[in-house]
């Protein structure tokens, strides 16, 4: 069967903050009113999906995982009103929206947690998780190391110490109180009602994590059931929606995730994007194999998704530290470049130099690579990154539209920008940007949006099966996606040499054909099979592959 019925399978997913998107109103912060009007630049990009990142009333101290109201919007970005205009316009322009769901923690200044100070005599005291005495663990397992110091800080006014594994404005919601998941469930209601159609969980193994409640659960309490008890309360309540989550984990971990196709329908793939990159700084296809083979088999109805860059830092905590040493000599060799001592906070154009070849050939992988790919904006037209910016905001900068002023972002003073755009060097927006790059055929921009129109006819690398093809050359990965009786390879050169490969394709039919599909330059069409191939320096091509009839 071929019926495209798991959309998420199918989708490419776009993320963007509404704040950095487009200002519609000129006080200098990008909002739904503008987002609205660049739905049509989306739309034609073959975008299917916008995952928006927080948009909530939010004191803003951490780009907005910090929530003060679950059923709000940040009135700096619109109303409730303007959202559900966007969701309605985004439907008329074929794309589905997810929202992120922060309820691993809320703000300090939500209510709940105000409320919750007064202590155990306040019915929101349980919502959260405290100790009266410091416990041991504080300085373990800090997430933002370098600029947090603990996991428990103490508050005067409920005389206890509450858990926050992110930063300390970030108190821990409490997963085992049942009025907590009650609210859970509420909120995910209230955002299905309007139109969304699935959630992006954030820091989803803290959100589950039962850490500094021993008073309170069972020894047995198995946490995971409690992405058993959302799922099916958010299939209930719709059922093609989906939850995507976020969950940098060991792969002993990954079935809990996802049970047999009960728990969460996606996870982003941090093994493969790490291993991408290592690949990547190496030139050699080895590393990106063995991060395609390390997770386990998923369900047939989970999901990895793969992205190159997101809006926080570069993640490379899975390799080894001599991996990681390498990723970071050849991508981010300044100090100042890398962040929370694992990770690097760049966009993917200037850690790969600018080259055009290898932003392709980056990008051909994310689309190709088994799973549904996330882009981010601003990859499309190769945008930079302000290292002047604090932590990972040097990645978070407005969007490139023009070289009118703030780079069309906004008609504010430049100094009433909320965050500034990049307007000097290469990667100023002078140079780069939407405009400029739409009316030049050969652009980024062009090239992306040719790709996904490639990508959207190949459902096969988001459904199929998929295999590794043994190449004869270590800077060749070759692999196959095989579903519903359709059929297609990629072949990716990692090296900046050229290479010709023969392929083991002993497992095949001898007279399937190969019929070129997308590559970085016309090569000339196969004689049959790929049994020999030849590619440019970080050359890509992909095939369907045509079978003998009968
Ligand atoms: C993960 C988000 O991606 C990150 O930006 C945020 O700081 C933490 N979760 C805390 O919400």
Redesign the pocket.
């Known amino acids: 069967m071929r019926h495209r019925e798991l959309w998420y399978k199918d989708a490419i997913i776009y993320s963007l903050d509404v704040e950095t998107f487009q200002d519609s109103n000129g006080d200098g912060v990008g909002d739904f009113e503008g987002l609205i009007r660049r739905l049509d630049y989306l739309a034609a990009l073959n975008v299917t999906c916008i995952w928006l990142l927080p948009f909530f009333p939010s004191p803003n101290r951490?780009?907005g995982?910090d929530v003060t109201d679950y059923y709000g919007v940040d009135p700096r970005l619109g109303s409730l009103g303007d959202f559900v205009e966007f969701v309605h316009q985004a439907h008329n322009n074929g794309m589905r929206v997810m929202i992120d769901l922060?309820v691993?923690?809320t703000s300090i200044d939500h209510p709940w947690f105000q409320a919750a100070r007064e202590g155990p005599s306040s019915p929101f005291y349980d919502y959260y998780v405290w100790s009266k005495e410091k416990p041991e663990d504080a300085h373990e397992d800090v997430v933002f190391p370098g600029v947090q110091e603990s996991i428990w800080t103490y508050d005067r006014k409920a005389k206890a110490y509450y858990l926050h594994h992110?930063y300390d404005h970030?108190p821990d919601l409490n997963i085992a109180n049942q009025a907590v998941r009650d609210e859970i469930r509420k909120i995910m209601a209230f955002w299905l009602k309007l139109g969304v159609s699935g959630f992006r969980v954030?820091?989803a193994p803290f959100l589950i994590g039962l850490r500094g409640l021993d008073e309170i659960v069972p020894d047995n309490t198995d946490p995971y059931v409690y992405l058993r008890e959302f799922r099916d309360f958010l299939s209930w309540r719709r059922g093609d929606a989906i939850m995507l989550a976020?969950a940098n984990v060991t792969m002993d971990k990954i079935p809990e995730y996802f049970g047999d196709g009960d728990r969460l329908h996606m996870l982003f793939n941090f093994m493969v994007n790490q291993h991408l990159f290592l690949a990547l700084a190496c030139e050699e296809a080895g590393p990106l194999i063995e991060g395609l083979r390390l997770p386990p088999e998923i369900p047939t109805s989970g999901q990895w998704a793969n992205f190159l860059r997101n809006?926080?830092e570069l993640d490379l905590g899975r390799l080894s530290d001599e991996q990681r040493a390498f990723v970071f000599e050849q991508f981010a060799p300044q100090k100042n470049m890398q962040l929370y001592d694992r990770g690097l906070r760049r966009r993917l154009a200037p850690m790969l130099g600018n080259d055009r070849r290898r932003l392709e050939l980056a990008n051909s992988l994310l689309l190709t690579l088994p799973g549904t790919p996330v882009l981010r904006y601003g990859q499309e037209i190769g945008m930079g990154e302000n290292l002047e910016l604090n932590e990972?905001d040097s990645v978070r900068t407005p969007m490139q539209w023009s070289d009118d002023p703030n780079a069309g972002f906004s008609i504010a003073d430049r100094s009433d920008l909320f965050r500034p755009v990049i307007d000097e060097g290469e990667y100023g927006y002078q140079q780069v940007n939407v405009m400029k790059q739409r009316r030049d055929p050969d652009s980024l921009l062009n090239w992306t949006h040719k790709a996904l129109l490639v990508r959207r006819q190949c459902p096969e690398f988001g459904y199929g099966d998929w295999y590794l093809l043994e190449a004869d050359h270590p800077a060749v990965l070759v692999h196959r996606c095989e579903w519903g009786g359709g059929v297609v390879v990629a072949v990716h050169n990692l090296s900046s040499e050229k290479v010709s490969t023969r392929l083991d394709l002993s497992d095949y039919s001898d007279d399937e054909r190969w019929l070129g599909l997308f590559s970085d330059h016309a090569y000339d069409e196969l004689d049959g099979s790929g049994a020999a191939i030849e590619l440019a320096g970080y050359g890509y091509r992909w095939f369907r592959i045509e079978k003998p009839a009968g």
Do not use: G
């Open positions: 951490d780009n995982y922060v691993n923690h992110f970030q954030d820091a976020e809006h926080d990972r």
